[in-house]
């Protein structure tokens, strides 16, 4: 900052030091504080913005854990795959009363790998669009 003067005899003194409140002809003036400007180079600003994100995404990065997919099936396992032949699925198609076999895709069913339509509640919750991987008879 820098205080100025308004003392209309002292021209050659215009500028004083901040809070000193006096110009140099040691008598006592009404001052105003002006605003310095800073000039800042675009390559630093960049550089500053850059390194600020990278330092954000660090941090959260660190700080935010990832929510797994599966939340409760077959945890025990390294990788949980469900396996049935064509046969397998045919015969459950045709078992079935609609004709039709709904398997969960959001991980979130209690007659896993079959739908029981826990996905609705997830979607809402997480606002999602998963849904059921059906196989109908032809």
Aim: proline share 5%.
């Amino acid at each position: 900052y820098v205080v100025t003067c308004l003392c209309k005899w002292h021209d050659a003194f215009r500028n004083i030091v901040l809070g000193s409140g006096v110009c140099f002809g040691l008598q006592l003036h009404r001052t105003r504080i002006q605003m310095a400007t800073v000039k800042v180079d675009p390559t630093s600003l960049a550089i500053g913005v850059g390194i600020g994100a990278v330092v954000a995404f660090a941090v959260a990065k660190v700080a935010i854990k990832p929510t797994p997919v599966n939340p409760s099936i077959e945890k025990s396992s390294p990788k949980v795959a469900t396996v049935r032949t064509l046969a397998e699925i045919e015969d459950l198609v045709s078992k079935s009363k609609t004709g039709k076999v709904a398997l969960c895709r959001c991980w979130r069913s209690e007659k896993f790998p079959f739908c029981d339509g826990s996905h609705g509640k997830y979607n809402e919750a997480c606002c999602d669009n998963t849904g059921p991987l059906v196989i109908s008879k032809a």
